[in-house]
């Protein structure tokens, strides 16, 4: 099965069936489908590490707790930086609002600017800050040829809209519960899978 919209980048819920430890109640940002192969990254699990366990950025005091997310178990020794401000370093725009990097360059910058933030915020009341401006992601999620299209057949995936808010302003532990109510909830799941087809097929 193809996605249901060519339009990349995508989420792709893990549904309730989910067997595999790695994948389960995960959401992924998948932003490559094609006759290779998948791509993406795992959006909600959490490392137990913090950024300033992890990297040392020369002359930039890293704020303690930001997290280090653990994006999938492919190639565990990769790292790229995920995140929704403008940047010249090195970066990919995978959708409007939404880069990717792996340059050092631009995680120093997005810790300058969430010290900066961080500053602004205790020294005058203001909005409440976005919860998850930038991620380092550690590994990925991938599938081989036709890999992705089976698990989908099987009902293993859903595919939901991609969502900003979702994406960098939603507690990691509500995330996978956001994006199943985003396309029907688990009733809607049960529904495919009992040859029903639900509306987010659609």
């Excluded at 020294?123 to 409440?128: I, L, N, P």
């Excluded at 992601?137 to 890999?147: D, E, F, I, N, S």
């Amino acid at each position: 099965m193809k996605l249901q919209s060519t339009s990349l980048p995508t989420f792709l819920v893990a549904s309730p069936s989910m067997a595999d430890p790695h994948f389960k109640q995960s959401v992924i940002l998948l932003l490559e489908q094609d006759e290779k192969g998948a791509f993406g990254f795992v959006i909600n699990h959490k490392s137990k590490m913090n950024l300033d366990e992890v990297v040392s950025l020369n002359q930039v005091e890293i704020p303690p707790e930001i997290p280090v997310w653990n994006a999938g178990p492919v190639d565990s020794s990769a790292g790229y930086v995920l995140h929704n401000q403008k940047s010249e370093f090195f970066e990919r725009e995978v959708a409007p609002g939404i880069s990717l990097s792996s340059s050092q360059e631009s995680l120093k910058k997005l810790v300058d600017n969430a010290r900066a933030s961080s500053i602004q915020q205790a020294g005058a009341s203001a909005e409440k800050p976005v919860l998850y401006p930038f991620r380092l992601l550690v590994g990925y999620a991938g599938w081989l040829p036709g890999q992705l299209e089976t698990e989908l057949d099987r009902g293993t995936w859903i595919q939901a809209p991609l969502n900003h808010d979702i994406l960098f302003n939603s507690n990691y532990h509500e995330i996978w519960q956001r994006t199943m109510d985003s396309v029907g909830g688990t009733d809607s799941y049960q529904s495919m899978v009992s040859g029903e087809q639900g509306q987010w097929l659609h």
